[in-house]
């Protein structure tokens, strides 16, 4: 079995920052590209950005420039600084990986249960 599991989410004000950590773990023979995605009320989930195995990075526009995504391999983590965080930027954050375990023909896709992050004065 797999599981991701993330942690940092939290009450910000606006401007302010915050560091989203996620570690899959589990029967892992290897993850390929990781990412965040994010869930405001009443919308869709949307990618925020991703990151593969050789570590190139792709972001959404509103999150260029203010948020770096990052991956620690040996570790099986990802990371999400969020800085100049906005009201807007309130959502669940759901971090996402590609993973293989011993055995599979293919990559599957996996979720965590999200972190909530609320911006707000």
């Known amino acids: 079995q797999v599981q991701v599991a993330e942690s940092g989410g939290g009450l910000v004000q606006p401007g302010g920052s915050l560091r989203l950590s996620c570690v899959v773990s589990?029967?892992?023979?290897?993850?390929?590209?990781m990412g965040w995605y994010r869930q405001a009320p009443g919308k869709e989930r949307e990618l925020v950005a991703v990151?593969?195995?050789?570590?190139?990075?792709q972001y959404e526009e509103f999150a260029k420039g203010r948020f770096t995504i990052s991956r620690d391999s040996a570790k099986n983590m990802v990371n999400l600084q969020m800085n100049r965080l906005k009201p807007e930027d309130t959502a669940i954050y759901y971090c996402?990986?590609?993973?293989?375990?011993?055995?599979?023909?293919?990559?599957?896709?996996?979720w965590g249960q999200g972190t909530r992050v609320t911006v707000s004065s």
């Open positions: 996402n990986a590609d993973v293989a375990q011993p055995g599979d023909d293919d990559a599957y896709n996996y």
């Open positions: 589990g029967n892992i023979f290897s993850i390929y590209t």
């Open positions: 990151i593969t195995s050789i570590g190139t990075t």
